[in-house]
């Protein structure tokens, strides 16, 4: 089973109401001039459509692009309880939707999602649309959680240097960036957090038998998540 197939039913879901990431974005790209409306958008990696469905009612038409059939089935049921009728969903990889695109867009857009896996990718997304919205993690995310879990069960790995900021740079391309501070609480019984514990690992490439991951949680757990955002407009 795709991961995010996996992660879908316990996934964030579209609200009208912003989080705080979404309002400092929003206020950013207002304040760059940037505008939604009327244009032809692709999200990229749009997941559930947390942001797909905001974008949507500003643009002339936005196409929905994700590898995970669950992720896109919960978002065009959202889009159809909200009456959006201006989003044409495209189940596919990234890499695949790329090489054989005809299409052309006003802006490509990408939040939180790990659809770019290297330099060609990055090359890809920046040759969508004249204008680019990145939106993703400036650093690890921590969770109090997943500290403990990770310590023990994940290799560590040297800090890669190939990340869209130094590839803009070495292909000279200027882009304004903005960072923001995420910090929220979640409440997980043990069952919920051992098998939010196996996601993460498995997403890490590392596969771990649930058994050896109870030991780690209370019955009850309050999970502490900080980590720093960034916007970049290129």
Same mark, same amino acid.
């Given at each position: 089973?795709n991961?995010?197939?996996?992660?879908?039913?316990?996934?964030?879901?579209?609200s009208?109401?912003?989080?705080?990431? +979404?309002?400092?974005s929003f206020?950013?790209l207002?304040?760059?001039? %940037?505008?939604?409306?009327?244009?032809?958008i692709?999200?990229?990696g749009c997941?559930?459509?947390v942001?797909?469905?905001?974008?949507?009612? +500003?643009?002339?038409?936005l196409?929905?692009l994700?590898?995970?059939?669950?992720?896109l089935?919960l978002l065009e049921h959202?889009a159809?309880? +909200?009456?959006?009728?201006n989003i044409?969903?495209?189940f596919?990889?990234?890499?695949?939707f790329?090489?054989?695109?005809?299409?052309s867009?006003?802006?490509?857009?990408?939040?939180?999602s790990?659809?770019?896996?290297?330099?060609d990718?990055?090359?890809?997304?920046l040759n969508?649309?004249?204008?680019r919205?990145?939106?993703?993690w400036?650093?690890?995310?921590?969770?109090?959680?997943?500290k403990?879990?990770f310590?023990?069960?994940?290799p560590?790995?040297?800090?890669?240097?190939?990340? %869209?900021?130094?590839?803009?740079?070495?292909?000279?391309v200027d882009?304004?960036?903005?960072?923001f501070d995420?910090?929220? %609480?979640? =409440?997980?019984s043990? +069952?919920?957090?051992?098998q939010n514990?196996?996601w993460?690992?498995?997403?890490?490439g590392?596969?771990?038998?649930?058994?050896?991951?109870v030991?780690?949680f209370?019955d009850e757990?309050?999970?502490? %998540?900080?980590a720093?955002i =960034?916007?970049?407009?290129f």
């Open positions: 089973m991961l995010w197939d996996e992660k879908a039913k316990h996934y964030a879901r579209y009208d109401k912003l989080n705080s990431i +979404q309002e400092l206020k950013e207002r304040k760059a001039n %940037i505008s939604f409306k009327d244009k032809i692709i999200d990229v997941g559930t459509g942001w797909s469905l905001h974008l949507a009612k +500003q643009a002339k038409h196409y929905a994700d590898s995970s059939k669950a992720m089935e959202d159809k309880t +909200q009456g959006t009728s044409t969903s495209i596919s990889s990234f890499q695949d790329s090489k054989n695109n005809v299409k867009f006003d802006i490509a857009f990408l939040s939180m790990p659809a770019l896996e290297n330099l990718d990055y090359g890809a997304f969508l649309a004249k204008l919205i990145y939106i993703s400036a650093c690890e995310r921590k969770s109090s959680m997943l403990e879990v310590s023990n069960f994940v560590k790995k040297k800090e890669s240097k190939k990340d %869209i900021e130094n590839f803009l740079k070495s292909e000279g882009f304004k960036k903005f960072v995420e910090k929220r %609480i979640e =409440k997980r043990k +069952q919920e957090a051992v514990a196996m993460h690992l498995k997403m890490k590392v596969d771990v038998d649930e058994e050896k991951l030991s780690f209370a757990n309050t999970d502490e %998540i900080s720093k =960034k916007l970049l407009i």
